[in-house]
């Protein structure tokens, strides 16, 4: 785009912990650079729930691993991109950082909870020692004092008999339990930023919305800002202050929660917003968006969404479309709003 997207409203009283700007990851292969992210700008602010949303390949998870230096060969954070962390008084960038910085700040001052528990936890350890290790790794403290942290996590995001569970194994448990210990390992450290990558999938409605309850409900109790990657725009609707829609590997659209659901202005935005099932959609079937995102090696000149937009022009096809601010720092990338301008609508 020649123009990219950044969200820039900035919430009142609230300090800036993350600057994302000019991100681009490529994973080289033999036919070619796969653009997983192209030019992604966003800012982070403290006690703030930033929702990344879009389809499976737009480059959200690909993002979240940049942040924590988990990009590795044949993947490739590109020169100019920038990642600059400024929690606890710091002030690096991730991007250019060493092993040393990041793994002083990975799973200390940031840290992620992995979309599926069952492979993120190791099978031939107890629970509690996996989380321990973390908590030792980053603070000098006894192994009394880590196992009696740990086992006070675990009750905190409502594991029952929690020092019974801190013996455990990860194959002993529920999906949804493997998910709460995600989550307290990473809040071992009591974290500046969560990153948590579809902390729901796989879980019945039931513990899915106990998830999302003890999410917000740390995020208010520690002050943990959360970045949330999701496809499932209930959840945003439930949890997030601002959203940035990801469409092949860049933000399209940029606002706050509640604009955004509201009124919707890329055709991406509105195509996902009217394929959610509804009480008025029951007994029918739901709208789709017709055709493919397009292959990141071989991404066209123009819209990456052109072939898929039933408001396609001739120059979304021949070129990236321009960057157009309404109010309160919603933005969107889209031909459309650029007549509109120029006509005065």
Known sequence: MSEE???????????????????????????????????????????????????????????????????????????????????????????????????????????????????????????GEQIMENIRIHEDISDEEAKARTIKLLGQVGISRPDEVFNNYPFQMSGGMNQRVMIAMALSCSPKLLIADEPTTALDVTIQAQILMLMNQLKNELGTSIMLITHDLGVVAQVADWVNVMYAGKVVETADVQTLFKNPKHPYTIGLMSSMPSLATEGSRLNVIEGTVPNPVYLPKGCYFADRCKHCMQKCLESQPPVVEFENGHKAACFLYEEAEQKGE
């Open 5 to 127: 997207i950044k969200n820039t409203a900035e919430p009142k009283a609230n300090n800036k912990i993350l600057e994302v700007d000019n991100l681009r990851v490529y994973f080289h292969t033999k036919k070619g650079d796969s653009k997983a992210v192209d030019g992604n700008h966003f800012d982070m602010y403290e006690n703030q729930t930033l929702a990344i949303v879009g389809e499976s390949g737009c480059g959200k998870s690909v993002t979240a691993m940049s942040i924590l230096g988990l990009v590795s060969e044949p993947g490739e954070i590109m020169p100019g991109s920038k990642i600059l962390y400024t929690g606890n008084g710091k002030n690096v960038d991730l991007a250019k950082a060493s092993d040393a910085e990041i793994q002083d700040i990975r799973g200390n001052e940031i840290s992620m909870i992995f979309q599926e528990p069952m492979t993120s936890l190791n099978p031939v350890f107890t629970v």
